[in-house]
């Protein structure tokens, strides 16, 4: 298979499956407090799957603006995959959970309400994380806390043109390792001044989009030297694996973004299972519904009385949903040239 082939059939639809469904059931342990789920935390991490996430995002979309005929073409893309989806969840959740308020009515669809919906359509989602009234009973409060991400996913977005820029104009392996470094040096900062100051606003500062950017930037490295990496890939997936490995019990931080990004990437290129997203690409749906989906099942204490039939119960209903999100919205939304649409036959 010629890079090219490769570059057009690979696993990323399955792998951002896969990291959705991660945090989905990892959330239904967290959110619920329930402990016979405990061990589902004690396999799976939310953590890693987000950061792969943001791996594919580099390789990806660094891709898509390379192949876009101009930046209103690759703005349109990103806009029409991400918008039409996440406005309609937020719009959903503020309308339609009233019914599980404690507020009346009048008392729901007021200021904080605005203040939801305002800072949420803007992906400022921590100006204002809950709704009047709503999940106070729960464990946790938000409403869907694991839209976070997504603003720095925009931001990503809106930084790749400035970037390519700099790839064009100095050296581009340079610009990516500075960056990536940088990157790193943040997250440590801020670890750093978390364990000598005691704050949980270190934390917080860590996980935006300085301290992801190592990640976003290796995986625009392999995609821009996806050549070079083919014709070594399983020696450097071994040598991921076996970082990451190490990683596990001595910290590595400046190794584990890069290692994580080899294996993912070398999941994501070789080994092909076929056209896992020729019925549709469910993931995102998965990861921007299933949050609000186990609030609702935690507040209405839907089978709390057998935890492991309410982790199948929250699975299908957040997986019904991607599916309608999906056929309903983002698939209408898309550009005719979108790579789901060709897989899917659609359009």
Partial sequence: MDAGERLSRNNFDLLRFLFAGTVCLVHAHHLSGYEPLAAISAVLSSQVAVEAFFVISGFLIFMSYERSSSLRSYAEKRVRRIYPAYFTVVVLCAVGLVALSSRSPSEYFSAGWWRYLAANLTFLNFLQHSLPGVFDGNPVQAVNGALWTLKIEVMFYVCVPAFVVLFRKFNRLAVIGSLYLLSVAYALLCTRLAQETGSSLYPVLGRQLPGQLSFFMAGALLYYYHVAFARHALPLAVLAA??????????LPVLQPLALAVLVVFFGLFLYVGRFGRYGDFSYGIYIVHFPVIQC?????????????????????????AIALWHLVEKRFLVRSSHYLRVTGGG
């Fill in 242 to 251: 076996a970082v990451l490995v190490v990683h596990h019990y001595w910290h």
């Fill in 297 to 321: 099942f935690v507040q209405l204490g839907l089978f709390a009385d057998s935890p492991w039939l309410y982790l199948v119960a929250v699975t299908v209903a957040t997986l019904l949903g």
